[in-house]
């Protein structure tokens, strides 16, 4: 008789035992493993400095390790030359922290960004415009393509990175602290466009935040397609799993319950209950 079996869910990022020193410091990233499979959502808290940036940048190839392997899509990139990353990297996206747009550049060529520089993805000029367009749009900010960042507040340049971020329709989305500094409702916009983002393209992502309501978002509400808003659903109806750094070392990894119930003095920190709020 066949035994059929469930594949597991696809590994997209693994960290196997990470770590990461500048120079002769004390180590940024100390033994790190996590392994994040197709359709998860992480959220990832965790002090200034503890480094969560880091780990984002690692992840990208952008800082090599010191000691460990890192994966993407199941396949060991930690010795792989920049020129052998391209092919992978155009299939993650990254919104750096602080937004980090080109201010000489127009909203339209820094979103068409990643579709020149990732060489492996060729698309002709025609092609490019309506991506660059489909992204803004998706971001409501198609007016602004002649723009330059400068011109923007805050909130519009994070959405425009999230736009450039999402632009190559990488299947995997980092984000690095999308809310930092920004007022509570336009932090909540930029947070329902990453949950939308998550459900209409089915993408998995990692989230940097110090906000524990941007953690509770994600992990409650999903983008209902046919009204256009944040459903709650519960933490049966996403697969979100918390992660939290301190000075390095990945010393929580688990689901808002867990979190919630874990009664280490550090991890509290992080943790406010929620309340639901109307998305
Ligand atoms: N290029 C670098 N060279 C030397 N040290 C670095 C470099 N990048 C980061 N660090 C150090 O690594 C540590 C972790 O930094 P990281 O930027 O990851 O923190 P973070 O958790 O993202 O903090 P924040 O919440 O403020 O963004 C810090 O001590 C920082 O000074
Ligand atoms: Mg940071």
Do not use: W
Not at 62 to 90: N, Q
Not at 211 to 218: C, F, I, K, P
């Amino acid at each position: 008789m066949a035994i059929t079996t469930m594949p597991d869910k696809a590994s997209l990022l693994r960290f196997e035992n990470i770590s990461v020193a500048f120079d002769a410091d004390a180590p940024v990233l100390n033994d790190v493993s996590f392994d994040v499979r197709r359709g998860e959502t992480r959220i990832i808290l965790g002090a200034a400095g503890s480094g969560k940036t880091v780990l984002l940048k690692t992840a990208m190839g952008l800082i090599r390790p010191t000691s460990g392997r890192v994966f993407l899509f199941d396949e060991d990139v930690t010795d792989k030359s920049e020129h052998d990353l391209f092919g992978i990297r155009a299939r993650v996206g990254m919104l750096f922290q602080e937004s980090a747009l080109f201010d000489s550049m127009t909203v339209a060529q820094n979103v068409a960004y990643p579709l020149l520089n990732q060489k492996t993805i060729v698309m002709d000029r025609e092609k490019m415009e309506p991506a660059v367009r489909n992204s803004l749009r998706f971001v409501e900010l198609e007016h602004t393509m002649e723009k330059h960042p400068s011109e923007l507040s805050g909130g519009m340049r994070r959405r425009v990175a999230i736009a450039r971020a999402v632009v190559t329709e990488p299947p995997l989305l980092l984000y690095d602290s999308p809310t930092a500094g920004l007022d509570p409702i336009t932090a909540h916009t930029i947070m329902a466009l990453i949950v939308k983002e998550r459900d209409a393209n089915n993408t998995t992502a990692l989230v940097v935040t110090h906000r524990y309501q941007d953690g509770n978002l994600v992990a409650n509400f999903r983008y209902n397609p046919n009204s256009g808003h944040l459903d709650p659903v519960g933490q049966e109806g996403t697969n979100t799993i918390f992660m939290v750094m301190k000075e390095g070392r990945l010393v929580f990894e688990g689901s808002q319950d867990e979190l919630e119930a874990c009664t280490d003095a550090y991890v509290v920190k992080f943790v406010k209950k929620p309340q639901l709020e109307a998305a």
